[in-house]
């Protein structure tokens, strides 16, 4: 089975997911559509063989249009990113 990087360093009541990640890590943003995505997390960019990076609250898709620069964890949640094909996201509700 192929690796599949998942990142998860975020906690409730955090500033926002984006600031959070570039104060911890190797994390790269861009502006697409108004929306702020995470690019790159250290030596992985989106593209690379098919995977870009996706993020998730609680084990879920966040889906289109949430901006990392703007979402901020409430109380018990989880957030993350895994790099994966757009085709492996499970889907949201």
Do not use: L
């Not at 870009?52 to 409430?74: A, C, E, H, K, L």
């Amino acid at each position: 089975m192929a690796e599949r990087a998942h990142h998860r360093f975020f906690q409730a009541g955090e500033a926002g997911v984006a600031i959070t990640a570039r104060e911890r890590y190797r994390v790269e943003t861009a502006a697409r559509d108004g929306v702020i995505e995470v690019v790159g997390i250290g030596n992985r960019k989106n593209g690379i063989d098919g995977r870009n990076w996706q993020m998730y609250v609680n084990s879920r898709s966040s889906g289109p249009g949430r901006s990392v620069d703007t979402y901020i964890p409430v109380s018990g949640e989880c957030v993350g990113f895994r790099f994966e094909r757009p085709s492996t996201a499970p889907k949201t509700r």
